[in-house]
């Protein structure tokens, strides 16, 4: 697939790179890097993406296809991550294959002991692992981001066989596929992006799993043993009276994609009905998850 982009390039600092970058993916941005700012006699060097991001300065790349506006895009991505960027700067980026580009900055991801994230284009690591096969297309939810591995790991350590979970904000389906790899009995994925319900159907397809993807839950009444959001905090707190009302009485409530700093408000959010255990927490992000009184 070619086609024309429009590279949106902004340096921030270190610490705000993670939420811009999820509020650019979110806004319709294609894919994010990262990379350190440097000046013009300092050599660059690449974010290991299993690694977290520990530089002063953050250079931030966006790619932007034709459908959107590289600043409305901008301005919607600092609105929500609640970062000020001063400066950015545009660059047209010539046609290539960005799909062969993307996929060779994915290998398998190392979830835990017997949790694989496999792209569709590896071979599994692991073959007596839990392999999730995986092909995020436009949709977020690769896996390699803390906020992820955190909630796959609470769903493998709590899923005991036979749940109803719902996976609010589901991009690429990952933490509904995971539920029923596990042994989930139904599993739920909603998402408000077309193409983040059909990236997660047809991963759902590829692990042999059924799982159900709608664009609204308006019209679902299941009530969950577990509801799961890996989304943004200010996202997280409107939601809080829905989220709630969809989990039954003792049931599970796990809210991911918050930083450190973030956690105790999101969480007074849901305080009125949800008891928190002991917050999870890796590379700087946290993963809240309580029972519903």
Same mark, same amino acid.
């Given at each position: 697939?070619? +086609?024309? $982009?429009?590279?949106? +390039?902004v340096d921030v600092q270190g610490k705000q790179a993670e939420g811009l970058s999820e509020a650019l993916l979110e806004a319709g941005a294609l894919s994010v890097a990262c990379e350190e700012a440097h000046t013009p006699v300092e050599a660059p060097k690449l974010a290991d993406p299993n690694e977290p991001v520990s530089w &002063?300065? @953050? =250079? +931030?790349?966006? $790619?932007?296809?034709p459908e959107h506006d590289p600043e409305h895009l901008l301005r919607r991505a600092c609105e929500t991550s609640g970062v000020a960027v001063q400066d950015h700067k $545009? !660059?047209?980026v010539p046609d290539e294959d960005w799909v062969a580009r993307s996929r060779a900055q994915f290998g398998p991801i190392r979830i835990s002991r017997r949790l694989w994230i496999v792209p569709t284009w590896h071979a599994p690591s692991d073959a007596d692992a839990i392999? $999730? +096969?995986?092909? &995020?297309?436009?949709?977020?939810?690769?896996? /390699?981001?803390?906020s992820t591995r955190l909630c796959l790991r609470w769903?493998?350590?709590?899923? =005991?066989?036979g749940e109803t979970v719902l996976d609010y904000g589901c991009g690429?389906?990952?933490?509904?596929?995971?539920?029923?790899?596990?042994?989930?009995?139904?599993a739920v994925g909603v998402d408000i992006d077309q193409n983040a319900v059909a990236a997660a159907q047809v991963n759902a397809r590829r692990n042999g799993v059924v799982g159900e993807f709608v664009e609204s839950c308006s019209s679902l009444t299941l009530t969950a043993d577990v509801v799961v959001a890996n989304i943004l905090p200010k996202t997280l707190k409107l939601l809080a009276p829905l989220l709630v009302d969809r989990c039954r009485r003792g049931g599970h409530v796990v809210l991911s994609g918050i930083l450190v700093d973030q956690a105790r408000d999101v969480e007074m959010s849901y305080a009125p009905w949800i008891a928190f255990a002991s917050p999870e !927490? !890796? /590379?700087?992000? @946290?993963?809240?998850?309580?029972v519903k009184r």
């Open positions: 697939m070619r +086609v024309t $982009l429009t590279a949106l +390039v &002063p300065r @953050v =250079r +931030v790349t966006a $790619l932007c296809g $545009l !660059e047209s392999n $999730l +096969v995986l092909d &995020p297309g436009l949709a977020f939810g690769t896996g /390699d981001h803390a769903l493998e350590l709590r899923i =005991r066989g690429s389906g990952i933490l509904a596929i995971a539920a029923l790899k596990l042994g989930a009995a139904r !927490e !890796e /590379d700087g992000w @946290v993963c809240l998850s309580g």
